[in-house]
């Protein structure tokens, strides 16, 4: 694993300006801030800076402005929610370059820069916008993820101009991902969902080679069941993939890693919620005017005992298409098992991803997990076995 410096290898920061690194980006209906999950992540690093006299200077991104300042997407939108979140006073600075804003700032105060992707240089990683972001500050902390993925001025650049360090949130998410896939113990399962094989191509050729079991729902496994000669009626399924998708299961074998795929299925010739042609059958017997919308019981049972013989698990994406019932069933039953075999100390279990957060929210084991992550291109990429330029970064 990389060695990164946290705050607990900083010392003497009163009256010291910090620049932290977060996720602000979070969703608003109305002009109010909808879901403050990302603020709240932020607030173990932003309290425990305060608290030791720092000036906290929070830098982040919202929405896609394309280097023009938008009055809606300016981050001021956001001031008064975290400011609720935080529960303590809270700045506004109308550029995040301006440091004369910020020099007459009292210690313990906590301010939120304007969005970062205002300035044109950004996103290309501009090292003279580098230059002027670190003159706001004496130190760098990166406290998102989730953003880690993007070489910016603001992730990457920033920590080659000033003392840099992994601030709680990251910390708690590097460790977490180190056990999953860096050490972890084994066996190793990877349940790997989602609509289509294309999109998670890099995932599954690394995971392969790193984990013991490979669990493959959604409709990616059509995919996979095509390649091997299944018929699946009018399920969704990349048919040109073929050839990949057998590659793959070639790479598992040689590696060891034995590959699931669904043997029985819910179907249905439509797809809605508890359709009238809804029923369970084997996979050799989906019709043609069928479609696969879920993993059947018999083969959840078998999954969940695959899972009982692990150590660690990996997950990203549903088995099904688990927001419209009835066919949410294998994901809901799969997540609860390994929820449960987290909690009796068993498994150390690691997910991401949005639609994964949002699956096991709703069979209620988000927080049965040992961590779950709401970072999403970031998480995929590290499933990938990318470097991320963000945490590369700290750990120079």
């Known amino acids: 694993m990389a060695v990164f410096k946290t705050l607990d290898d900083l010392t003497d920061l009163a009256g010291k300006r910090v620049l932290v690194r977060v996720d602000l980006n979070v969703p608003m209906q109305d002009g109010k801030v909808s879901d403050d999950t990302r603020l709240r992540a932020t607030l173990p690093t932003v309290t ?29 939108q956001v001031v008064d929610a975290y400011a609720a979140v935080l529960g303590r006073p809270v700045a506004f600075i109308g550029d ?38 670190a003159k706001l500050g004496d130190i ?39 056990k999953a896939l860096g ?11 989602g609509a289509k094989v294309s999109t998670k191509l890099d995932v599954l050729r690394h995971l392969v080679a790193k984990v013991d079991h490979l669990i493959i729902g959604g409709g990616m496994a059509n995919t996979f069941l095509a390649a091997r000669g299944v018929d699946v009626g009018k399920s969704l399924c990349e048919h040109d993939l073929t050839d990949t998708a057998n590659a793959i299961l070639d790479a598992a074998d040689r590696a060891n890693c034995t590959v699931h795929l669904p043997y029985d299925v819910v179907v249905a010739k439509e797809f809605a919620a508890n359709p009238p042609s809804l029923r369970t059958c084997n996979v050799h017997e989906v019709a043609a005017d069928e479609m696969i919308l879920d993993v059947g019981p018999a083969a959840v049972e078998a999954l969940a005992d ?13 088995l099904g298409a688990f927001e419209t019932p009835p066919f949410d069933a294998a994901t809901v039953a799969l997540a609860r098992t390994a929820a ?15 639609d994964t957060v949002a699956a096991l929210n709703h069979a209620g084991v988000a927080d049965d997990f040992s961590f779950v992550s709401t970072a999403g291109g970031a998480f995929l990429e590290w499933m990938e076995g990318k470097e991320l330029p963000g945490v590369a970064a700290l750990s120079r």
């Open 48 to 76: 425990e800076l305060a608290d030791k006299g720092a000036v906290v200077l929070l830098l982040a991104h919202f929405g896609r402005p394309k280097g023009e300042a938008r009055a809606d997407m300016s981050l001021r």
């Open 96 to 133: 995040c370059t301006d440091a004369g804003a910020v020099a007459g700032l009292e210690p313990g105060t906590v301010a939120v820069l304007e969005n970062s992707r205002f300035h044109k240089g950004e996103e290309k990683n501009d090292p003279d916008l580098a230059g002027r972001m």
């Open 140 to 178: 760098y902390v990166n406290d998102a993820f989730s953003a880690a993925h993007r070489a910016h001025s603001s992730t990457e650049g920033l920590a080659r101009l000033l003392p840099a360090y992994a601030g709680r949130a990251m910390e708690a998410e590097l460790k977490a991902l180190e």
């Open 183 to 193: 050490e972890p113990e084994r066996p190793v399962a990877a349940v790997v969902g």
């Open 306 to 318: 695959a899972l009982k013989t692990c150590r660690t698990l990996v997950w990203n994406g549903p």
């Open 340 to 354: 449960a075999l987290t909690q009796e100390g068993s498994l150390v279990s690691v997910a991401g991803g949005g």
